[in-house]
């Protein structure tokens, strides 16, 4: 939207007549949208990440000042830098102005926050899954699993693993919070252990057969977590992935898409808003 006047704004005209409208796009882009993602998916290639310390250290790295910013050919007027000139020093009213105008038409550089080379970013290994772990054994193993039966439709809107536990959301808005052992043998010769959330065991959809498969019977039911409020009418069961996001640390989930259109953050062990 930032590329075309969609409001038909007056932006008034340039100094040969021609009024200033839509950004002119350059012949590789088709348009506005096409030259927003092949910028995107350049900023997001593998080329990009890979030389990303290499910007982090002119911009604010121990390329920017000093020796090491002469030879990278990144060094600028004097003023740009922070601390070079103390404003309130300068008795010259003309003086200070001058300098003034000068520090806020030409720019300032940011802050130097490291004085040694960033380190390069590791790179993903192309066969990187969130679920797979390093097994002794090179050949890939087929386990049995029994067959559910699901009394109503019921889809899983987000899965998220984490070392020790996975953390999903159904369409219900229901958040389980999941054990997940995957070097601890389990029942049935599986090599691994998953505990359902006992919060999920009371639904109806979840049938005999895979709580014997999980090896939870005889443990008591929690009451079920429901997270945030009610999602737009707008949002359907395929969409709303795109609503949800869990930071790093597992402890919160983020969603959008509600009926009173307001971002909202919930605590993973209890469903309940901390933030709106």
Not at 229 to 249: K, R, T, Y
């Amino acid at each position: 939207d930032f590329l075309t006047n969609s409001n038909n704004f007056d932006l008034s005209a340039k100094q040969d007549g021609e009024s200033v409208n839509d950004v002119l796009l350059p012949p590789w882009a088709a348009t506005a949208e096409d030259f927003v993602r092949v910028h995107r998916e350049a900023l997001e290639s593998n080329y990009v990440s890979e030389h990303l310390h290499a910007w982090i250290d002119l911009i604010f790295g121990y390329k920017q000042v000093g020796e090491a910013a002469v030879e990278a050919h990144n060094v600028f007027y004097y003023l740009t830098y922070e601390g070079k000139v103390n404003i309130d020093a300068i008795e010259d009213p003309v003086l200070r102005q001058a300098t003034e105008s000068q520090i806020a038409c030409f720019g300032q550089t940011p802050s130097q926050l490291l004085d040694f080379p960033h380190p390069k970013r590791l790179p993903r290994p192309r066969n990187y899954h969130p679920f797979t772990m390093p097994t002794a054994s090179p050949q890939p193993q087929a386990f049995p699993c029994q067959q559910a039966s699901i009394s109503r439709p019921w889809s899983i809107a987000l899965i998220h693993p984490f070392s020790n536990r996975i953390v999903t959301l159904d369409s219900d808005r229901i958040l389980a919070l999941h054990n997940w052992a995957p070097n601890t043998p389990g029942p049935l010769g599986l090599p691994f252990t998953f505990e359902v959330d006992r919060g999920t065991r009371s639904r109806r959809n979840i049938t005999e057969n895979i709580q014997s498969l999980f090896d939870f019977e005889g443990k008591s039911a929690q009451p079920r977590k429901k997270v945030a409020a009610p999602f737009a009418e707008g949002i359907s069961v395929e969409n709303l992935s795109q609503c949800v996001a869990i930071p790093s640390d597992g402890r919160f989930v983020l969603t959008c898409g509600h009926w009173d259109h307001t971002f909202k953050c919930c605590s993973v062990d209890t469903g309940r808003v901390v933030h709106s």
